[in-house]
């Protein structure tokens, strides 16, 4: 059979199953000190390995998604295979498509990535070339800053008001890429940190109406690390702000991870009404000392390595069949009214099915809010007896850093979960 995965990761695949997870994502060692420990390491038999991902395909090319979801959510993804995976568990491929019809998709989303990316490059010469910029391309008022040489005006009109809103974006991007991971060795070299920001930029120019937001890079980062070709990379990271996207939203008034906060607000109010009404009466109600925490999807929280752990769980748990029909529209999840069969049911994520059972695919079913009402009932003593203003949330909510287990956190988050479904059926 055809090996799946080997020209995708990075990193020396050839170690051992039960290898230093730190070999595939070395640390520099002036910074391992600042790290937080990662606790994560592959096991046998629950960890997805590299063997049992290539037996989970057919002679054409199918996927087997049901045995591959199961195995994710007992141990995690081996690192030697995670880009590959992690494309499936995103949408970017349905299980049920053949080697071949993959093959055509890359390629045809690889001719698309090199459209955009030569459209920027004719704007901002600097685009692909394995350099960046950290300083504005234009100022305040909109116009081009004097002596700069890697913009070429001539080519484009520069009152285009899209054309416009990328460059302003474009040394924020820069800025943000070199505090990207910088503990990681891959980060060390200029090109990797190029490649990210290419990648950060033309998401940029395709989605305008997002744009750029802090936070992003977070979210692109591990792609970057994980796929070697750049096009795949940023189809990775596309697939993945499908989810997220709303969340960097923003106005003059309000950012888009709010809706998210009102959602914890009101399942902290039905779990825990002793701790939300304590929070509220510190002005903490609206949870605003989250945004973090649902912003970059707990990346600061954990190791880089236990980040990814809990990214892949999590999607595998959220796994639905039904995203590549929805990303053809809105990105959202269509209500199931009908019942389905047992074996249609496999293919969803454990998390996912549940709510697909009790017929909710509401945002309410959001596993990451209630990870972070996980992480609060944890801290339900001490948020009571010692926080008492928001300065000492902040700070107890703060001092979780590094000390998160990933695998406790979702146990306790799919608790609360559960109470969850159970008290709203009965309020």
Same mark, same amino acid.
């Given at each position: 059979?055809?090996?799946?995965?080997?020209?995708?990761?990075?990193?020396?695949?050839?170690?051992?199953?039960?290898?230093?997870?730190?070999?595939?994502?070395?640390?520099?060692?002036?910074?391992?000190?600042?790290?937080?420990?990662?606790?994560?390491?592959?096991?046998?038999?629950?960890?997805?390995?590299?063997?049992?991902?290539?037996?989970?395909?057919?002679?054409?090319?199918?996927?087997?998604? @049901?045995?591959?979801?199961?195995?994710?959510?007992?141990? +995690?993804?081996?690192?030697?295979?995670?880009? @590959? *995976?992690?494309?499936?568990?995103?949408?970017?491929?349905?299980?049920?498509?053949?080697?071949?019809?993959?093959?055509?998709?890359?390629?045809?989303?690889?001719? #698309?990535?090199?459209?955009?990316?030569? #459209?920027?490059?004719?704007?901002?010469?600097?685009?692909?070339?394995?350099?960046?910029?950290?300083?504005?391309?234009?100022?305040? %008022?909109?116009?081009?800053?004097?002596?700069?040489?890697?913009? %070429?005006?001539?080519?484009?009109?520069?009152?285009?008001?899209?054309?416009?809103?990328?460059?302003?974006?474009?040394?924020?991007?820069?800025?943000? *890429?070199?505090?990207?991971?910088?503990?990681?060795?891959?980060?060390?070299?200029?090109?990797?940190?190029?490649? &990210?920001?290419?990648?950060? /930029?033309?998401?940029?120019?395709?989605?305008?109406?997002?744009?750029?937001?802090?936070?992003?890079?977070?979210?692109?980062?591990?792609?970057?690390?994980? =796929?070697?070709?750049?096009?795949?990379?940023?189809?990775?990271?596309?697939? @993945?702000?499908?989810?997220?996207?709303?969340?960097?939203?923003?106005?003059?008034?309000?950012?888009?991870?709010?809706?998210?906060?009102?959602?914890?607000?009101?399942?902290?109010?039905?779990?825990?009404?002793?701790?939300?009404?304590?929070?509220? +009466?510190?002005?903490?109600?609206?949870?605003?000392?989250?945004?973090?925490?649902?912003?970059?999807?707990?990346?600061?929280?954990?190791?880089?390595?236990? @980040?990814?752990?809990?990214?892949?769980?999590?999607? /595998?748990?959220?796994?639905?069949?039904?995203?590549?029909?929805?990303?053809?529209?809105?990105?959202?999840?269509?209500?199931?009214?009908?019942?389905?069969?047992?074996?249609?049911?496999?293919?969803?994520?454990?998390?996912?099915?549940?709510?697909?059972?009790? +017929?909710?695919?509401?945002?309410?079913?959001? =596993?990451?809010?209630?990870?972070?009402? +996980?992480?609060?009932?944890?801290?339900?003593?001490?948020? =009571?007896?010692?926080?008492?203003?928001?300065?000492?949330?902040?700070?107890?909510?703060?001092?979780?850093?590094?000390?998160?287990?990933?695998?406790?956190?979702?146990?306790?988050?799919?608790?609360?979960?559960?109470?969850? &479904?159970?008290?709203?059926?009965?309020?």
């Amino acid at each position: 059979m055809l090996r799946i995965i080997s020209s995708n990761f990075h990193s020396n695949s050839s170690k051992s199953e039960n290898g230093d997870m730190e070999s595939f994502f070395p640390v520099r060692p002036e910074c391992r000190e600042h790290v937080p420990n990662t606790r994560f390491k592959p096991k046998v038999g629950k960890t997805l390995s590299e063997r049992r991902w290539n037996a989970a395909f057919d002679k054409d090319g199918r996927l087997d998604i @049901a045995g591959v979801l199961r195995r994710i959510q007992r141990g +995690g993804i081996h690192p030697s295979i995670k880009g @590959a *995976v992690w494309e499936f568990l995103l949408g970017c491929y349905d299980p049920n498509s053949t080697s071949e019809e993959r093959d055509q998709l890359r390629q045809k989303r690889r001719e #698309q990535y090199a459209s955009w990316k030569e #459209q920027c490059k004719k704007i901002v010469p600097i685009v692909g070339s394995g350099k960046f910029v950290m300083t504005p391309l234009v100022n305040e %008022d909109e116009e081009p800053v004097e002596d700069n040489v890697i913009v %070429d005006t001539k080519s484009v009109d520069d009152s285009d008001e899209k054309v416009t809103r990328w460059k302003l974006s474009l040394h924020q991007i820069g800025l943000d *890429v070199v505090r990207t991971d910088r503990s990681l060795v891959f980060y060390e070299n200029e090109a990797n940190q190029a490649k &990210l920001w290419d990648v950060l /930029a033309i998401y940029t120019w395709v989605d305008d109406d997002i744009g750029y937001v802090q936070g992003m890079n977070d979210i692109c980062s591990p792609m970057v690390i994980l =796929l070697k070709d750049e096009a795949d990379a940023f189809w990775c990271f596309e697939h @993945a702000m499908r989810r997220v996207r709303e969340n960097f939203r923003s106005d003059a008034t309000s950012m888009g991870v709010q809706s998210q906060l009102g959602i914890l607000s009101q399942v902290m109010r039905v779990v825990d009404p002793k701790l939300h009404k304590h929070l509220e +009466g510190l002005d903490g109600g609206e949870y605003l000392f989250a945004i973090r925490m649902l912003m970059v999807l707990f990346r600061r929280e954990f190791s880089f390595i236990d @980040a990814l752990y809990l990214w892949e769980v999590m999607w /595998a748990m959220e796994y639905n069949p039904n995203m590549f029909a929805d990303y053809a529209s809105n990105g959202s999840h269509e209500v199931v009214t009908t019942k389905l069969s047992k074996k249609v049911l496999q293919q969803y994520g454990k998390y996912e099915r549940k709510n697909v059972k009790k +017929g909710r695919t509401d945002q309410k079913s959001l =596993l990451a809010v209630f990870l972070v009402a +996980g992480v609060l009932e944890t801290k339900n003593k001490k948020l =009571l007896n010692e926080a008492k203003g928001l300065d000492d949330v902040a700070q107890i909510m703060g001092d979780i850093t590094g000390s998160l287990d990933a695998k406790k956190a979702l146990t306790e988050a799919l608790r609360i979960h559960k109470k969850y &479904l159970s008290k709203a059926r009965n309020r």
